[in-house]
C-alpha cells in the first residue's frame, strides 16, 4: 500500500518562492537624482537639498478579493514585493570617484569654450565642437582632445554605473538620464542640442 506524503506548506511556498522571477525596473527617478548631484559636482554648483526618490504606489488591493485570496498567495506576495520595490541606485565606486574627479578637473578647462558657445551639449549627452570659428588657433588641438577626453569618460561612467548595480542592461537608460540631466543642469547661454539635432541657447 503507497503512502502519500505532504510537504509542510512553508517548503511549498519556499520552492515556489524560488520560481518566481522578479523584475528589478531601472530606477528612473533614483538615477535622475544621482545623476544631479554628479552633474552639480562636475559643473562645481553648490548641491541642493533633495527628498528621497518616491515610486509610485502600489493600487490600493479589491476588498472584495482579499477575502477570496488564499493564504499562501498573500505569504508570496509579502516576499516578493519588498523585493521588487527595492530598486535603487548606487554610484559609489573607486572608478565612478576617479571618472567624477577627472571630469571635475576638465571642466574648468572647458567651461571657457562653453561659454564661447564653442563648445555644446549633444542631443546624446556628449559634448561636440559647434563653432571651430570661435576658438584661437593655438587653442584648437587642445579643445579637441578636452572633448573626446570627456566623452570617453562620461561613456565610461555609465557603463561603471551600470556594472556596479548589476545591471549592465541599464547602461542605455542611464546614458538617456544623464543626457536630459546635463543639458538642465547647465548655466543659461551654454549652447545644446535639441532631439531634433538643433542647435538652441538657453
Not at 563653432?131 to 587653442?139: E, G, I, Q, S, T
Not at 548595480?165 to 538620464?177: K, L, S
Amino acid at each position: 500500500m503507497y503512502r502519500i506524503v505532504l510537504a509542510p506548506w512553508w517548503l511549498l511556498l519556499t520552492l515556489l518562492a524560488g520560481c518566481v522571477t522578479i523584475n528589478v525596473y531601472f530606477p528612473a527617478a533614483a538615477a535622475e537624482q544621482a545623476a544631479d548631484r554628479i552633474i552639480r559636482d562636475v559643473y562645481g554648483v553648490p548641491q541642493r537639498e533633495e527628498a528621497p526618490a518616491q515610486e509610485q504606489p502600489a493600487p490600493a488591493p479589491d476588498s472584495r478579493l482579499e477575502s477570496d485570496r488564499p493564504l499562501w498567495v498573500a505569504l508570496l506576495e509579502a516576499a516578493v514585493t519588498p523585493a521588487a520595490a527595492a530598486a535603487d541606485i548606487n554610484v559609489q565606486s573607486p572608478a565612478i570617484n576617479r571618472l567624477r574627479a577627472q571630469m571635475k578637473a576638465r571642466h574648468q578647462q572647458l567651461e571657457p569654450f562653453y561659454q564661447q558657445g564653442a563648445v555644446g551639449i549633444a542631443a546624446n549627452g556628449e559634448l561636440r565642437i559647434r563653432d571651430m570659428n570661435a576658438v584661437a588657433l593655438r587653442d584648437r588641438a587642445r579643445v579637441q582632445q578636452l572633448v573626446a577626453e570627456e566623452n570617453r569618460d562620461r561613456q565610461a561612467l555609465y557603463a561603471e554605473i551600470a556594472r556596479v548595480n548589476g545591471h549592465p542592461e541599464w547602461q542605455d537608460e542611464i546614458r538617456a538620464t544623464f543626457a536630459r540631466r546635463w543639458v538642465d543642469n547647465a548655466p543659461s547661454g551654454w549652447w545644446y542640442q535639441d532631439a531634433g539635432g538643433s542647435w538652441k541657447q538657453k
